[in-house]
């Protein structure tokens, strides 16, 4: 009999036998259900954080340069944070050496920034903004752009004019159905000029990335970044590639090594900070969540795997004229064994098609009604398909070895 | 004793005994049975029980011949031996040439697939399948594809008069019809011999006549029939009727004989009931 004949029988008996199959489907549905579902918060949580949120912090092909990583996922020990707090900060005269060892064609720009206090007289009260003093092609690297007025000129950047550029959530508090351009607003109560709107970015986990205002890093606002006006945040590196970005990142690194005088052997005393080493600890909880999301509906499929192998033990008894027929008619054992656990795998891939099915929904429903940013996996899709059947078989395995085992006479004689 | 017309084709008494004679040889090829004192024991919980004690029986191709006795006589062990699902403890049984008492599980399945149509008493078909996908069986396990089997299988119907009832599951038949699928079943694989045991003991006496008509019909077309049963009467429509007693052979004789002997009145017209 071949594999295809098999698998007509197994389907023509499940179809026969709707409710019973159905119930024998249920664990094996509901483990799969679980799986799918479970792996698709996993996933969906681990596209949000790289697409959305470090995506939007840490622009393509590039890496921040600071004295220590600025987005933390709860990995640091109290050690390392001791570490990080007695760490010297990045200062402007340490920016144009590593400006020389950049390649051609790398972007960079200099940051420092710091939550201030901005203010207009068209209502409003004084709100907090993150106010960014940028320099060099920060626009450029996260691909920003105004939708209305226009960015920096180099003189402005050059003379520190106090000019600023303004996101969409400052516009709508600070200038309520206002034009905002050319209109004066103030940091900390200096007196700065709105040139400029930009496009929105976005937020994550609620968090608005439009509160935020851009002056030229040498305006006046400076003074209120850091301790002293000649501290820097950041210098943020963009490669034209991914291949070129290791190169420049070692010679950054080994730039700064230069200039902090480490000795051979001593740790980096400032981070090199890129999407991937952001997402480190993510990585690590990811596999953690997934072996859970795969551990816990597993024990579904075991539950599933018994009452398969149950209900098949339970149609061996009741078919056993059945065999005795297909016997004497000329199947032979492997015929019969094969008939079974095909029909075990059967049931099983159906539960588990079934389980897909509703997993996916799940996913979707979580999608819609929760702020779960679910995404399904591709991969759990296909492993569970296959788990699905691979429970079929497992608990195939006894009760089809024990038909095929029958004594035709003895089956025969069974009504 | 003179010959009736039901009588040819018949082998002989002397034909019998000289193919059963030499053990260990291939019997020539028109002997589609040859059983050459054939034993079987059970163990049953220690005690021994001998069913059948070395039974000779030989049946030549077209042959249509009962096998009776009284039950405990050892005629469903035979039965069970002649349709290879059963090997026996001693003695050879070739069945159309081959030595079946030697060959292993898979070899016997092959053997039934080919060689043997069954019929049972209570008719055995599968309840949800159709009566076109019943008869198909067989074929499914001799690996025909399926639409050579569709066509098969329809003749087979159409052979005993089912062809409107293709698609009719068994609980959609009467006790006729379900018997005549399942001797559609038997005939779909073109075997040797069909092989029936008590295939009117679920029927009542005017169904019983059809369905002896069904295998009489069959006979003359040439198709050698075995048919094990303990009613005198139905034994008497076969020609030829072998009585079991006690795992042995009591009596191997035609019908005029068995009928005259049994005291049967209208063997062949009408069978009486009670």
């Known amino acids: 009999m071949n594999p295809l004949e098999a698998v007509r029988l197994a389907l023509d008996t499940i179809r026969t036998q709707k409710l019973k199959s159905a119930f024998t489907l249920m664990g094996v549905c509901i483990g799969v259900m679980f799986l799918i579902a479970v792996v698709s918060i996993v996933n969906g949580m681990g596209v949000y954080l790289k697409d959305d949120l470090v995506g939007k912090l840490i622009a393509i092909n590039s890496f921040e340069l600071r004295h220590r990583p600025n987005i933390n996922m709860g990995d640091t020990d109290e050690a390392t944070w001791r570490e990080y707090q007695r760490r010297q900060r990045l200062r402007d005269h340490e920016v144009p050496a590593v400006v020389d060892v950049l390649p051609q064609g790398t972007r960079y720009a200099v940051i420092a920034d710091n939550n201030l206090t901005m203010s207009s007289q068209y209502g409003g009260g004084p709100r907090r903004v993150q106010v960014v003093g940028v320099e060099g092609q920060y626009f450029e690297i996260k691909s920003l752009e105004v939708t209305e007025g226009r960015l920096f000129s180099p003189q402005e950047y050059v003379l520190g004019s106090p000019v600023v550029v303004i996101g969409p959530d400052v516009v709508e508090r600070l200038f309520p159905n206002l034009?905002?351009?050319?209109?004066?607003?103030?940091?900390?109560?200096?007196?700065?000029?709105?040139?400029?709107?930009?496009?929105?970015?976005?937020?994550?986990?609620?968090?608005?990335?439009?509160?935020?205002?851009?002056?030229?890093?040498?305006?006046?606002?400076?003074?209120?970044?850091?301790?002293?006006?000649?501290?820097?945040?950041?210098?943020?590196?963009?490669?034209?590639?991914?291949?070129?970005?290791?190169?420049?990142?070692?010679?950054?690194?080994?730039?700064?090594?230069?200039?902090?005088q480490l000795r051979p052997g001593q740790k980096d005393d400032f981070a090199?900070?890129?999407?991937?080493?952001?997402?480190?600890?993510?990585?690590?909880?990811?596999?953690y969540l997934v072996l859970a999301g795969v551990a816990l509906p597993a024990f579904g499929l075991v539950v599933g795997a018994i009452v398969i192998m149950n209900i098949m033990l339970v149609a061996v008894a009741e078919r056993t004229s059945e065999i005795g027929l297909?016997?004497?008619?000329?199947?032979?054992?492997?015929?019969?064994?094969?008939?079974?656990?095909?029909?075990?795998?059967?049931?099983?891939?159906?539960?588990?098609?079934?389980?897909?099915?509703?997993?996916?929904?799940?996913?979707?429903?979580?999608?819609?009604v929760t702020p779960l940013p679910t995404v399904v996996a591709p991969w759990s899709v296909v492993v569970g398909v296959l788990v699905g059947a691979g429970v079929g078989i497992i608990s195939g395995v006894y009760p089809a070895s024990r038909a095929s085992r029958l004594d035709p006479i003895t089956a025969l004689r069974q009504e | 004793m003179t010959d009736t017309i039901d009588d040819i084709g018949i082998s002989t008494t002397g034909e019998r005994r000289a193919v059963v004679a030499t053990p260990g040889t291939t019997p020539e090829q028109d002997w589609v049975i040859v059983a050459r004192g054939l034993k079987r024991e059970y163990d049953m919980g220690g005690e021994i029980v001998r069913a059948l004690q070395g039974v000779d029986l030989a049946i030549r191709k077209n042959e249509y011949v009962a096998i009776m006795g009284p039950s405990g006589s050892g005629k469903s062990t035979l039965m069970n031996l002649i349709g290879c699902l059963d090997s026996p403890n001693g003695g050879e049984y070739w069945l159309n040439g081959m030595l079946v008492s030697a060959m292993s599980d898979d070899q016997l399945a092959r053997v039934r697939n080919r060689?043997?149509?069954f019929v049972f008493q209570t008719f055995n078909l599968l309840p949800r399948a159709t009566a076109l996908q019943n008869v198909e069986l067989p074929l499914v396990y001799a690996g025909i594809p399926a639409d050579e089997r569709k066509r098969r299988a329809t003749a087979a119907l159409d052979s005993v008069q089912l062809g409107p009832r293709l698609h009719h599951r068994p609980n959609e038949l009467s006790g006729g019809q379900r018997?005549?699928?399942?001797?559609?079943?038997?005939?779909?694989?073109?075997?040797?011999?069909?092989?029936a045991d008590e295939p009117t003991g679920n029927l009542d006496s005017t169904t019983s006549q059809e369905i002896m008509r069904v295998f009489e019909e069959l006979s003359s077309q040439g198709q050698t029939v075995v048919m094990v049963t303990h009613e005198p009467d139905i034994a008497a429509h076969a020609r030829r009727v072998v009585v079991l007693r006690d795992g042995l052979v009591e009596s191997d004789e035609r019908r005029a004989r068995f009928v005259d002997r049994v005291g049967i009145q209208h063997s062949t017209t009408k069978v009486a009931h009670d």
């Open chain 1, 326 to 368: 297909r016997k004497a008619l000329g199947a032979r054992r492997r015929d019969v064994l094969a008939q079974f656990l095909v029909e075990a795998s059967t049931l099983g891939a159906v539960g588990a098609a079934c389980g897909v099915a509703l997993g996916v929904l799940l996913a979707i429903i979580m999608r819609t």
């Open chain 1, 272 to 287: 090199l900070q890129t999407a991937d080493s952001a997402l480190e600890f993510w990585n690590k909880l990811q596999g």
């Open chain 2, 179 to 195: 018997q005549r699928v399942a001797i559609a079943r038997a005939l779909v694989n073109r075997p040797s011999i069909l092989l």
């Open chain 2, 115 to 117: 060689e043997i149509g």
């Open chain 1, 179 to 260: 034009n905002p351009i050319d209109r004066e607003v103030r940091i900390n109560g200096l007196p700065y000029r709105v040139i400029g709107v930009t496009e929105s970015q976005g937020s994550a986990f609620g968090i608005s990335f439009d509160n935020v205002a851009y002056v030229p890093l040498q305006a006046p606002a400076r003074r209120y970044f850091n301790a002293s006006p000649s501290m820097i945040d950041a210098v943020m590196i963009q490669s034209p590639s991914e291949a070129e970005l290791t190169e420049t990142m070692e010679r950054v690194r080994q730039v700064m090594r230069v200039q902090h």
